[in-house]
């Protein structure tokens, strides 16, 4: 059988990313029709857009992208590409598994580090509801808030305050604790937590953890663990003892900040694979940026959107590939030899590999076997 996936090569490294990720899956013999597509500052020279109707198009029709990272043109067009891709397609989950390979340089090696980090996507500050200070309706929006506010005021005049709204609905936090608590039987977990801040925002943080603690309801008789943390002491219990710790999930922007604390107990954004899920599709990607000043030095570490790759492989139901593609990305780095500068000892180290040379690497371990 066959699939039909969209390739978003991307700019910076992203087309060496895409190359190197594209030859690992390819390694594992599951058949994929790969429909390339190009997005970011170069296509926008050529066409106006660095997201062409092509792209879209493209991923309606097939469901399922591996993206490399595209850089955001900066002071015009998309707020945020990657946030339109989110919006637009309705991916209202991001998924960033945080697991360390030994060989990654970490000071939690020893630790056992395996985390899930699910966050929900549409709503909270990401939502973008946004007034600038210093507009006639923010300062009427202040105003209105003031009047109708039962407690706590606005005390800063509308000509030099900006607010931002963060809308937390039932619907979109029953889908996003749902999501994590499937997941989380799908792929063997343990333990959902839900982290929050409702000691302090009562309302929509505290609406996070009603709903929350309702869906766990659901999954009572499943054999997975619910628990609930603050989001300050979560981070500090990550650092403390991350091993305690299986799936979390979260609002938009604690899961933004968690994600990339999760993804340095493992050796930084570099190893982090992510995936974002809705209802009709899914895209995957590496959760770096397209580093420019890299490009076509064939240098950057392939790992993140290998792993992406790999995570793609489960979620079109080729488990066993994707267990052998994990396997030989987790040899070459316990390997230590075919590796990129920054995961040897040494970031100098004369025996770094290449962004091409350690994918080769890692289909010679998928054609050995191992």
């Given at each position: 059988?066959?699939?039909?996936?969209?390739?978003?090569?991307?700019?910076?490294?992203?087309?060496?990313?895409?190359?190197?990720?594209?030859?690992?899956?390819?390694?594992?013999?599951?058949?994929?029709?790969?429909?390339?597509?190009?997005?970011?500052?170069?296509?926008?020279?050529?066409?106006?857009?660095?997201?062409?109707?092509?792209?879209?198009?493209?991923?309606?029709?097939?469901?399922?992208?591996?993206?490399?990272?595209?850089?955001?043109?900066?002071?015009?067009?998309?707020?945020?590409?990657?946030?339109?891709?989110?919006?637009?397609?309705?991916?209202?989950?991001?998924?960033?598994?945080?697991?360390?390979?030994?060989?990654?340089?970490?000071?939690?090696?020893?630790?056992?580090?395996?985390?899930?980090?699910?966050?929900?996507?549409?709503?909270?500050?990401?939502?973008?509801?946004?007034?600038?200070?210093?507009?006639?309706?923010?300062?009427?929006?202040?105003?209105?808030?003031?009047?109708?506010?039962?407690?706590?005021?606005?005390?800063?005049?509308?000509?030099?305050?900006?607010?931002?709204?963060?809308?937390?609905?039932?619907?979109?936090?029953?889908?996003?604790?749902?999501?994590?608590?499937?997941?989380?039987?799908?792929?063997?977990?343990?333990?959902?937590?839900?982290?929050?801040?409702?000691?302090?925002?009562?309302?929509?943080?505290?609406?996070?953890?009603?709903?929350?603690?309702?869906?766990?309801?659901?999954?009572?008789?499943?054999?997975?663990?619910?628990?609930?943390?603050?989001?300050?002491?979560?981070?500090?219990?990550?650092?403390?003892?991350?091993?305690?710790?299986?799936?979390?999930v979260l609002p938009n922007l604690y899961g933004d900040i968690v994600?990339?604390?999760?993804?340095?107990?493992?050796?930084?954004?570099?190893?982090?694979?992510?995936?974002?899920?809705?209802?009709?599709?899914?895209?995957?990607?590496?959760?770096?940026?397209?580093?420019?000043?890299?490009?076509?030095?064939?240098?950057?570490?392939?790992?993140?959107?290998?792993?992406?790759?790999?995570?793609?492989?489960?979620?079109?139901?080729?488990?066993?590939?994707?267990?052998?593609?994990?396997?030989?990305?987790?040899?070459?780095?316990?390997?230590?030899?075919?590796?990129?500068?920054?995961?040897?000892?040494?970031?100098?180290?004369?025996?770094?590999?290449?962004?091409?040379?350690?994918?080769?690497?890692?289909?010679?371990?998928?054609?050995?076997?191992?």
């Amino acid at each position: 059988m066959s699939h039909e996936v969209t390739l978003i090569t991307g700019d910076g490294v992203g087309p060496e990313l895409a190359h190197a990720a594209r030859k690992c899956v390819d390694a594992t013999g599951v058949q994929i029709n790969w429909d390339v597509q190009e997005a970011g500052l170069k296509v926008m020279e050529r066409t106006g857009t660095p997201l062409p109707d092509g792209v879209m198009e493209s991923i309606g029709r097939t469901g399922c992208a591996l993206k490399a990272p595209i850089t955001t043109p900066v002071g015009k067009g998309f707020r945020s590409i990657n946030v339109y891709l989110r919006q637009q397609l309705g991916l209202f989950a991001c998924v960033r598994p945080c697991k360390h390979y030994p060989g990654v340089r970490s000071f939690f090696a020893d630790r056992a580090v395996d985390l899930v980090i699910v966050r929900e996507n549409t709503e909270d500050l990401y939502a973008g509801v946004e007034f600038q200070a210093g507009k006639p309706e923010t300062a009427e929006l202040v105003d209105y808030i003031n009047r109708v506010a039962t407690d706590r005021k606005i005390n800063t005049a509308g000509d030099e305050t900006g607010v931002s709204i963060k809308p937390i609905s039932v619907s979109g936090t029953e889908r996003i604790v749902r999501y994590a608590f499937e997941y989380a039987q799908d792929n063997g977990r343990k333990k959902v937590t839900a982290v929050h801040k409702a000691n302090i925002m009562k309302y929509s943080d505290g609406l996070f953890l009603a709903t929350a603690r309702k869906v766990a309801e659901e999954f009572a008789h499943s054999g997975i663990e619910f628990e609930d943390r603050i989001v300050d002491n979560m981070c500090m219990q990550l650092v403390q003892k991350p091993e305690l710790y299986d799936v979390l999930v979260l609002p938009n922007l604690y899961g933004d900040i968690v994600s990339d604390l999760a993804a340095g107990l493992v050796g930084g954004l570099g190893v982090a694979p992510g995936m974002n899920v809705g209802p009709d599709g899914a895209v995957f990607e590496a959760t770096h940026g397209s580093a420019p000043k890299y490009e076509g030095q064939n240098k950057v570490n392939p790992t993140a959107l290998i792993l992406s790759g790999m995570l793609m492989l489960r979620y079109l139901e080729q488990r066993e590939a994707a267990d052998r593609l994990e396997a030989a990305v987790a040899a070459v780095i316990a390997e230590g030899k075919d590796v990129t500068y920054d995961m040897k000892p040494h970031r100098d180290d004369p025996t770094a590999v290449g962004t091409r040379q350690m994918a080769e690497a890692i289909c010679r371990k998928l054609e050995a076997g191992v």
